[in-house]
Structure formats: structure tokens, C-alpha cells
């Protein structure tokens, strides 16, 4: 007979990575019941605390459809994130309160990308960028500030970056236009001038990406910089099914009070790690 290790003992004031994904692990899977009174372990005939789930350094993020609020408000969507990033003790420090943080995205579809829905994405990914407080004031007639800034002086499209497949690059590339239907960006949206086009740069394989004919790509992963774009101990990274669209992180209703989401999503964030900057 095996005998289960016992699960680590969590620091005080310390993130229990290893706790949090398995409750959120739970929730997600209990949310896919196609009835709320069903229990997902009489259903599927698994239940996930007989697994030993141990020295895990990832954060589950899930969105489920609904208008989630109260004590539901930081489980799901954009607002998760925001929640995490809090509660692994990811603080704003002094010495890097000019520095400039960027959100790079690549996306296989594209929801209507306004500067409202940017500012909302932000305020949960960006540290400095914008808190829910302001956010509320920013709805404020033009002029009115929000704390000490000026909102209007840091556009949230001048911090984020879509990466996603040009005409050009479909028409040219190993599996043609036939097998594009995976991205999608619609034409009417993108013709909206709320919509942020300066924001979109183009999809580039590496030499050796699928023997240099280049594929559609179908990824949905984001990450945290400065300004450079260079990747260290202070980036975090995203990967799952989140699209970048309201649809799957959500958008704010009540006054930041509620967030509304349509889809259901999930991915995992590589927060910052310890020993950088942050920690």
C-alpha cells in the first residue's frame, strides 16, 4: 500500500499555491455540472481530494458565463488576476514607480478592443496603471481626474500590444485561407473608430516554424513586460483559452461592483518569481 505524502505546510502570510489550485480546480469543474444540485464527483465518479496536488507555482484563472459579484467578484474573468497578483503579495514598490509595464498579447480572436474595455483589462494585468476606484472616476465628465492622474494622458491602447495573423501572412501561409476559421475578427467591429487598431501587430513565425511555410496559429497567451519587451524574474505569462474579448474576461457592470462574462475559459498565470523585485 502507498502511503499519500502530507501536503506541505504554508507559511503564514504566505500565497498556498498548492490549496488555491485545488479549490479553483473544484469550483471550475463543478460549474461544467449541467445542473447546478449535481455534484460533479457523482457525475464524472472523480473527486479531485483524493489527489495529492503538491508544489504547484501556477494559478489556475477561469471565467464562467454569468454576472458574478459579492464574494464571486474576484473568482473569474479579468478580476481574477487582479486578485491573484494582490494576494502572491505582488506590490508596487517606490523604485519602480515610474516603470512602464506593456501587456503583449497573442490572440486567435478578437472581441471589440475599445479603450473602456482596455482600461478594465489593464487595472487587473498593470501594476500602476489604473485602480477600480479610477476607473469609476473615469466615467466622470472630460476633464475630472481621478486621484493624481490624469487619465486621459496614459491611454490603455499605448500599453498593450495584439499579435495576430495579417490577410497577407493567411493568404501566404502552409494551410491557406480555407483553414482560417479559427480567427476571428469581425470586419464591422473593426471598422467601429472606438475600436483600437493601432494596437495590432503582426503574427511572424520563427525560421523553423512549421518548416518555414508558417501555420495559422491558434494561441491564446499573454504577458507582463516593460517597455522593452525583454522577459525576466518580474514578467508573468498567461496561457489557456482566454481570447482577447469582454466575452471571455468580462466587463465591469454596477460600478465595478459586478463583472459580466459570456464564456467559459480557463488557463493557468506564471506569476512573477520570488526573489525578484516584487517579492
Known amino acids: 500500500m502507498t502511503t499519500i505524502p502530507e501536503k506541505k505546510a504554508v507559511p503564514e502570510g504566505s ?24 455534484n460533479y464527483k457523482d457525475l464524472i465518479d472523480i473527486n479531485i481530494d483524493d489527489y495529492l496536488i503538491r508544489d504547484i507555482d501556477i494559478v489556475l484563472i477561469a471565467s464562467i458565463p454569468g454576472r458574478h459579484a459579492d464574494g464571486d467578484l474576484e473568482k473569474y474573468g479579468h478580476r481574477r488576476v487582479a486578485s491573484v497578483l494582490k494576494k502572491i503579495g505582488f506590490v508596487d ?44 472616476s473615469d466615467k466622470k465628465p472630460k476633464g475630472k481626474k481621478a486621484g493624481n492622474v490624469n487619465l486621459g494622458q496614459d491611454l490603455a491602447s499605448n500599453r498593450v500590444r495584439v499579435i495576430f495573423p495579417s490577410k497577407e ?96 475559459e480557463l488557463g493557468v498565470l506564471f506569476p512573477p518569481k520570488r526573489g525578484n523585485i516584487f517579492f
Request: glycine share 6%; with cysteine.
Open 15 to 38: 500565497f498556498d499555491f498548492d490549496g488555491d489550485f485545488t479549490e479553483n480546480l473544484k469550483t471550475f469543474v463543478q460549474s461544467l455540472m449541467p445542473y447546478k444540485t449535481q
Open 93 to 136: 514598490p517606490v523604485s519602480v514607480k515610474a516603470k512602464k509595464h506593456i501587456l503583449t498579447y497573442q490572440t486567435s480572436s478578437v472581441g471589440n478592443l475599445d479603450e473602456k474595455f482596455l482600461k478594465e483589462i489593464l487595472s487587473s494585468f498593470l501594476p500602476n496603471y489604473m485602480t477600480v476606484e479610477e476607473l469609476i
Open 169 to 264: 501572412y493567411v493568404e501566404n501561409c502552409l494551410e491557406g485561407p480555407d483553414y482560417s476559421g479559427c480567427l476571428i475578427l469581425n470586419p464591422d467591429m473593426y471598422q467601429k473608430d472606438a475600436f483600437c487598431k493601432n494596437i495590432f501587430h503582426h503574427f511572424q513565425g520563427t525560421e523553423d516554424y512549421a518548416f518555414h511555410e508558417g501555420i495559422i496559429p491558434h494561441l491564446k497567451v499573454w504577458i507582463v513586460t516593460d517597455e522593452s519587451g525583454e522577459v525576466d524574474d518580474d514578467s508573468y505569462i498567461y496561457f489557456g483559452s482566454h481570447n482577447f474579448s469582454p466575452s471571455a474576461w468580462g466587463r465591469y457592470e454596477k460600478d465595478c461592483t459586478q463583472i459580466s462574462i459570456s464564456n467559459t
